[in-house]
């Protein structure tokens, strides 16, 4: 019966659908959003139901999946010694702060689920806006969603193989990670408190499984055990390659990749001036620390040829410590790249939804369902870009082509943040943090973007790049100039009536705050 009544009241719309699709083409930057909306032209809105809690789960639950279990062995690989694998993981985890403050207040002067779209639309308009969300909502977020869900495949079906000499078949794992996906599709489509509280309880089940490791890590520094991670030793065969650095910073990186994952979730956070800013200066350090903590425990049971050698860096340290009871690391760790794949898809969907909002992405995508209030239709597009890229087989390259073309549009997001402070100075700013912050994740990105470039030279490089730069060739036709294929606009009016979605639309956190106060 309710079925029926949705269908009736989606059906009301049918006149809005055909306006959306009027006013997309003679709009030349897309549908953008009705500040004077008043919430009864059919427009659905988010709900805000993450508390501060779990905006800090988000942060820390996103950041803590695949890379600390992965990551050291390709750090240590490229820096050529403890000591200075250890300063990487340092350095990177001052990047994720640094870069997370010039968020804060971009965040906090556009309270939008958009992030870098939003950041950059803002700061250099909609073309360069457009390359982002060309490249974030088609290959970022879907790749980063693949690869982290194939880190879960590899571990859940390691328990039923458990023989060096019997490995698991790849389509074992393949199919495994999809129907990982599709679990996750499922929860975030139905509800986004659900997906939340899933990201909590996963959260504490992946800082479990580093506690563990960090008091065994501990215990055995009382014991003596640091023959590898002394100053006196740990810095020998360190490498005198600068550039070569640039690639042991992609794996590190990567580790703390999620640090802005929040900022993509900002319409669904409550009170989101108090708690974007708690939940980034709370959740990034202590991820940091534990990163620490954890690589100093691998390296009080481990040698670095031992971990070099080892598939599995948290399976290894679990053989050798915990006995019987090592079935639980591995445990941990699907609980822990579970968790992270939750959260980028749920903040992968918000970009798609809010780059579609602003006439980037086809229309259908910036539907929010009416009865759920999720944003159906993006989290369906992401977990079919995530299923199709499950296909690849070459994580190291899939985190560097990641790493690449990120950080080319973080850099541009700290640079906007200071172009903004010179061309909106009226803007409101609830935190208003120093320049040189900004300008230093500026510099870092440049040599992020350069350095793995300079050091190696090769094709694919190249076509990451034109990759990114093609999106020129769909700006032009279809949002500058407004080209319009007419038989999409029927498409969307189908899946619109199939998935009872309706346009989404922004409501302002003081505009949040009118509503709760009237309703009293």
């Known amino acids: 019966m309710r079925d029926e009544l949705d269908l009736k009241k989606l059906k009301g719309h049918d006149h809005q659908i055909r306006m959306v699709a009027k006013r997309r083409k003679d709009d030349a930057q897309g549908v953008g959003v009705d500040d004077n909306d008043d919430g009864k032209s059919g427009k659905e809105a988010l709900a805000r139901n993450m508390s501060l809690l779990g905006g800090i789960a988000l942060v820390v639950g996103t950041m803590i999946g695949s890379g600390i279990f992965i990551s050291p062995k390709g750090i240590l690989r490229q820096t050529g010694s403890v000591g200075m694998s250890l300063v990487i ?11 997370s403050l010039t968020y804060v207040e971009l965040g906090t002067i556009m309270p939008t689920s958009g ?10 308009g909609p073309s360069l806006a457009f390359l982002y969300s060309w490249s974030a909502v088609l290959l970022i977020k879907p790749s980063s969603f693949s690869a982290i869900a194939t880190v879960f495949g590899q571990y859940a079906t390691e328990v039923f193989y458990d023989s060096p000499e019997c490995p698991p078949p790849t389509i ?5 990670t999809i129907a990982a996906i599709v679990l996750l599709i499922l929860i ?3 509800s986004s408190k659900s997906a939340t509280s899933l990201q909590i309880a996963m959260t504490a089940a992946k800082l479990f499984a580093l506690v563990v490791i960090i008091i065994i890590g501990i215990i055995r520094m009382f014991q003596g055990h640091t023959e590898y991670i002394s100053p006196s030793v740990s ?8 550039f070569a650095y640039g690639i042991a910073f992609y794996q590190g990186l990567w580790a703390y990749d999620g640090w802005n994952q929040l900022n993509y979730a900002v319409e669904e956070l409550k009170n989101p001036y108090r708690n974007l800013p ?3 200066v709370i959740g990034i350090p202590l991820v940091t620390v534990v990163y620490l903590l954890t690589n100093l425990a691998y390296f009080t049971v481990l040698s670095p040829a031992e971990l070099l050698a080892s598939n599995a860096v948290a399976v290894t340290f679990a053989q050798r410590t915990l006995g019987p009871m090592a079935w639980i ?5 699907c609980f822990s790249t579970f968790g992270a794949s939750n959260g980028t898809v749920f903040t992968a969907a918000r970009l798609s939804m ?9 229309n259908i995508i910036s539907m929010v369902n009416i009865p759920r209030k999720t944003p159906v239709p993006a989290v369906l597009f992401q977990g079919i870009l995530a299923t199709l890229m499950v296909i690849p087989n070459d994580f190291d390259s899939l985190v560097n082509y990641f790493s690449f073309t990120s950080w080319m549009f973080y850099g541009l997001s700290a640079l906007a943040m200071i172009v903004l402070r010179f061309t909106h100075p009226e803007w409101k700013r609830p935190v208003r943090i120093p320049l040189i912050i900004p300008a230093l994740v500026v510099l870092m990105s440049i040599y992020l973007v350069l350095a793995p470039v300079i050091d190696d030279p090769s094709l694919p490089w190249l076509i990451a790049a034109l990759f990114v730069i093609a999106g020129l060739g769909l700006y032009f036709p279809f949002v500058k100039m407004g080209y319009r294929i007419k038989s999409i606009d029927h498409l969307t009016v189908f899946l619109q009536r199939l998935l009872l979605s309706a346009p989404s639309r922004y409501v302002s956190p003081e505009e949040e705050e009118k509503v709760e106060l009237t309703s009293l």
């Open 172 to 176: 074992v794992i393949k199919l495994v």
């Open 354 to 362: 809010v780059c579609s909002r602003e006439g980037h992405m086809p």
């Open 329 to 333: 690391i591995p445990l941990c760790v």
């Open 235 to 242: 810095f020998k065969g360190s490498s005198t390659e600068v």
């Open 115 to 124: 992030g870098e779209f939003s950041y950059m639309k803002g700061g250099f």
């Open 89 to 99: 993981w340092i350095a990177c985890g001052l990047i994720a702060i640094l870069g």
């Open 278 to 280: 708690l939940a980034l």
């Open 188 to 190: 975030n489509c139905m």
